[in-house]
DNA sequence: CGCACCATCGGGGACAACCCTGGTTGAACC
DNA sequence: GGTTCAACCAGGGTTGTCCCCGATGGTGCG
């Protein structure tokens, strides 16, 4: 089924950045028959170049090359509007080679073992808008963006006794002393005086660092 | 092929959350012979009472509960150390319950209008560590994730000298005048009369809101 | 050339932030 | 009953923030 669904309609036109050319050949005789190849590169600058001059529907990325590999192709294409999807293709399973190009904005991710009839399908998905990612990639990104280190018993913040914790709070959230103060009913000195050992527990020197600890730690 | 996957290996152990009686016993008709549903409950309460008692390997949650729903069963779940995979179901394909639930911790989302092999499927994947998306919807994940929305052109910014947008970018940093005036040789003053600018053109009336401003706008 | 705009710098003042040294109360613990 | 600690409050001082008023040069423009 791979080929007539794309010879039926105009075909997707995708190009093949990759550092191998024997790699490159290799896609080319494999899926040139159903996609239309608009190019094939093997340099970073001569992706950006190719992207920008034929504005491909897909590009099939390398993700290790010389100079940047593809999050540097990503990132250079980042402000272009053109509605490019790149599809990812790695012989890599990493972790951090996943995030990394997928933060960077590419729609997919699949490694070098995929046969014939999973690639076209991947390219005719990534072109629909979709993400495709091998089987067990995605739970790498799923990971990385559900981001539950919610450390619940963080030592640092247990040494801060209850008030000091709900001041903390409300000063890491930008209010001033005086609108904690009137918020949960207390002095401005009381409140001061909370702060300050907050400081000196946490070994922060004021308030713009301590808001920055608190959003590091998710506590807002 | 659906039946005799499950069969062969000791079978997935599901458990149904959905406030919805029809619905759990329509997906207990029609999945029931393939994998083992330990339960079908219609409350977050009952859910996370279910899955503290029964551990199952898969839970099909409904997005829209009454009292939080699946995103506060994810939440209570949190901190338990078990390996349930949580496979959001849900009628709405709206980009933001797909992003709240996938960040607070669910393993996959996929639509009611599944078919039953689909569904089946489904559960086996994020029973075996991937994640599994209704086509369109990992895109959303993903726009999420990747977080390029630059701006570049924004009409305020714009509004500012490069000197302002200099000083902006150290002071929502948390620099102090002084540290600012060290780091790029002016006086205090100078940094002073270029903060007072920038809070004048952007309408703000404080550091604090600046610093909200700019982290908004990702210019760190 | 006048004019607007930018960048640089200053004085003075009001207020907020931060630190220090105190103090009182109440609850918990030995 | 003495100790310890969280929570509350106060005075006084230094520094930082933000605003007002000004000033000087440089640049580009009609």
Redesign the pocket.
């Known amino acids: 089924m791979g080929t007539d669904g794309a010879a039926l309609s105009v075909p997707i036109r995708v190009l093949v950045v990759d550092d191998h050319a024997l790699f490159r050949s290799g896609v080319n005789a494999e899926i040139g028959d159903s996609v239309d190849i608009v190019g094939d590169v093997g340099t970073v600058d001569e992706a950006i170049d190719a992207i920008r001059a034929k504005k491909p529907d897909v590009v099939l990325l390398d993700v290790h090359l010389p100079n940047g590999g593809g999050v540097a192709i990503l990132e250079a294409l980042a402000d272009s509007t053109s509605n490019t999807k790149c599809l990812a293709l790695s012989v890599s399973d990493a972790a951090e080679d996943v995030i990394a190009i997928i933060r960077a904005g590419a729609r997919g991710y699949v490694t070098k073992t995929i046969t014939h009839d999973e690639l076209l399908d991947a390219i005719r998905r990534v072109h629909a808008g979709d993400a495709v990612f091998s089987p067990r990639l995605a739970g790498f990104v799923l990971d990385a963006f559900s981001s539950t280190k919610p450390v619940t018993s963080d030592p640092d913040l247990d040494r801060l006794?209850?008030?000091?914790q709900e001041v903390l709070r409300l000063?890491a959230r930008g209010y001033?002393?005086?609108e904690v103060a009137g918020r949960i009913h207390?002095?401005v000195?009381?409140v001061?005086?909370?702060?300050?050992s907050v400081?000196?527990k946490l070994q922060l020197?004021?308030?713009?660092e301590l808001t920055a600890w608190a959003t590091d730690r998710r506590l807002l």
């Open positions: 006794t209850p008030r000091e000063i001033t002393y005086k207390l002095s000195k009381t001061e005086t909370h702060v300050s400081l000196r020197s004021n308030r713009h």
